[in-house]
């Protein structure tokens, strides 16, 4: 009989294609998805999903002790993605990511130690960092978030490396880099400017688009976490990131590129508001466990145009919605 993993947030877009990836590699594990069904929820995905008698989908939210508290028992592992993530929502927004992403994760902890629950991985963003404008950044850099949304998160790192430091609890925090692939919610960068594109809608660069991200394929980071479930050490946080970094501005024409259309499709608009210029982290720590990405950015792009191309009746309810 296989693990039997609590994944939060298993209806969006990174905790989904974890659950796939747990369950491709680990066909006798089971998976039960804890999701509040936000707007980032999605119920194609979910549909999809239970199509694997090894997934039991829980609609719950995290802040509710009581769902938290039954869906808990019983379970291996916890793999804690959920949460509020879109930066700009969190500048209109701030309170609900200090709710969901500070005491949802808060009641998670309390939960998986009552019951015992032998590893805890804290799925986070290397925004907590802040703009890094020279080299990289180490896992022992000290926080400098910018936005509400990366300030909530650096909170919940700290109260879950908390956990090990006070009570010795079997935590652990991983800090990726910006995400891309199939199943992404289309309100976010590549997958918009891909469906913008697929609707004769031209795409919004902000600024100038000069600011640079370090670009990650969702398999790969799948694989990591994946493996640190294992192998990652107790109390210590590692980055995960690709090494194919760059311009917003580059990334567009990758896009435009892969969809053979040219700059004229670009429309820049006023920048976001604390836009940090540069993401880097320093991905050593995780290597040295044997990990390394398999994909590059702009195979990886034309991968993800694909999919978004062949599914779009998952995407299209979803910008309709907005």
């Not at 802040?63 to 969190?90: T, W």
């Not at 919004?204 to 969702?218: A, H, I, K, T």
């Amino acid at each position: 009989m296989g693990r039997r993993y609590l994944v939060t947030g298993g209806a969006g877009f990174i905790g989904s294609n974890f659950i796939r990836y747990v369950l491709e590699h680990e066909p006798g594990s089971h998976v039960t998805n804890l999701d509040a069904m936000t707007y980032a929820g999605v119920q194609a995905t979910v549909d999809e999903l239970n199509e694997n008698r090894n997934h039991t989908f829980v609609r719950g939210d995290i802040r509710d002790p009581e769902i938290v508290d039954e869906v808990m028992q019983g379970n291996d592992v916890v793999v804690h993605f959920a949460a509020e993530s879109h930066v700009d929502r969190s500048i209109e927004s701030p309170m609900v990511f200090l709710e969901t992403n500070v005491i949802g994760t808060a009641i998670l902890l309390e939960a998986a130690r009552r019951h015992n629950i032998s590893r805890f991985v804290h799925v986070s963003t290397d925004e907590v960092y802040g703009s890094v404008t020279e080299g990289e950044a180490f896992e022992t850099r000290c926080l400098n978030p910018s936005s509400p949304y990366s300030s909530s998160k650096a909170a919940s790192d700290l109260l879950v490396l908390s956990y090990w430091t006070t009570y010795g609890y079997n935590t652990i925090v991983t800090r990726c880099t910006n995400n891309y692939g199939p199943y992404q919610f289309p309100e976010k960068i590549i997958p918009l400017f891909l469906t913008n594109l697929f609707e004769g809608e031209n795409i919004p660069l902000y600024g100038d688009g000069s600011n640079e991200r370090d670009w990650l394929f969702v398999e790969d980071h799948c694989s990591a976490l994946h493996l640190l479930v294992d192998a990652g050490q107790a109390g210590e946080i590692y980055n995960i990131g690709s090494g194919f970094r760059t311009s917003n501005r580059e990334l567009t024409h990758l896009i435009l590129d892969a969809l053979g259309e040219d700059a004229s499709r670009i429309a820049h608009v006023e920048d976001r508001l604390g836009h940090d210029f540069r993401y880097a982290v320093d991905t050593s720590k995780l290597q040295t466990l044997g990990w390394k990405p398999q994909r590059e950015l702009s195979d990886g792009i034309i991968k993800t145009a694909d999919w978004y191309r062949r599914h779009d009746r998952w995407w299209r309810p979803l910008r309709e919605s907005r």
